[in-house]
């Protein structure tokens, strides 16, 4: 029968912001000498919440982790849209914003629930022949981007006060919620960008069970093997979905 280490598991982890998701990973590995450690599902620079991190054995459940569905809570600046899509771009167009209630706003965030075929961000880590589209921008190049079938569960906003809409959007992996943002902001008139994003759940886990980075690297090994979520209970849940 084969055999798991206590730190081959799932490790949750509330990312703060600025860092890269894969400079999470890097702190892990290094404070406790790992040799396997990856994540299911990366998260921009800017945005905070659930990064699943996955120790020793358990990262050959990569893939099927990372198919799971997300939900994320953030906040729209309206009047305002930029070439990335979010707060770290430069703006590229500032207009008024139309008098809009809370209602109107919903509306709108209707329109995008259900299937989406969403291209990817120039500004974002998709590859084109094998070059990320990040890198391509940075150079003044843009290129057709082949559209990805995304699905939109919900989308609805829970406060406005303008120029900023606070929203919660449950949606399939690989979903662009900036691009959700800016399309919306289009729809509307005035242009948009995601302001702030907070990633709650990613399939089964959610973001109540997490700890914070700075706290995973301050704790003793002893606790961490307590907090990781064993291999076998992981591909057990996985089989089950």
Do not use: W
Not at 14 to 36: A, E, M, N, W, Y
Not at 92 to 99: D, I, K, M, Y
Not at 105 to 118: H, P
Request: neutral net charge; glycine residues 8%.
């Amino acid at each position: 029968m084969e055999t798991f280490d206590s730190l081959d598991g799932a490790l949750l982890i509330d990312k703060p912001s600025g860092p890269t998701s894969h400079d999470i990973v890097d702190s892990i590995r290094r404070q406790f000498r790992l040799k396997k450690v990856g994540h299911c599902g990366t998260l921009d620079p800017n945005a905070t919440g659930l990064l699943v991190i996955l120790l020793g054995r358990a990262t050959k459940l990569s893939e099927k982790l990372m198919g799971a569905d997300k939900v994320y809570e953030g906040v729209a600046k309206l009047g305002e849209a930029t070439n990335t899509y979010d707060l770290d771009g430069e703006i590229t167009a500032s207009l008024p914003v139309p008098p809009l209630t809370l209602d109107e706003l919903n509306a709108e965030a209707t329109t995008f629930v259900g299937d989406l075929l969403q291209p990817p961000p120039m500004v974002s880590a998709a590859k084109i022949g094998g070059v990320p589209l990040y890198k391509l921008a940075r150079k003044g190049i843009e290129v057709e981007r082949k559209p990805r079938l995304v699905h939109i569960y919900s989308f609805a906003f829970s406060s406005y006060s303008e120029p900023m809409a606070s929203f919660r959007m449950s949606c399939t992996k690989g979903t662009y919620v900036r691009s959700v943002i800016h399309d919306l902001g289009q729809k509307v008139g005035c242009g948009a960008h995601l302001f702030a994003l907070r990633r709650t759940d990613v399939g089964r886990f959610s973001i109540t069970q997490a700890i914070s980075l700075a706290q995973a690297l301050e704790m003793p090994i002893s606790e961490i093997e307590r907090r990781v979520i064993p291999f076998l209970k992981l591909a057990a849940a996985e089989s089950a979905t």
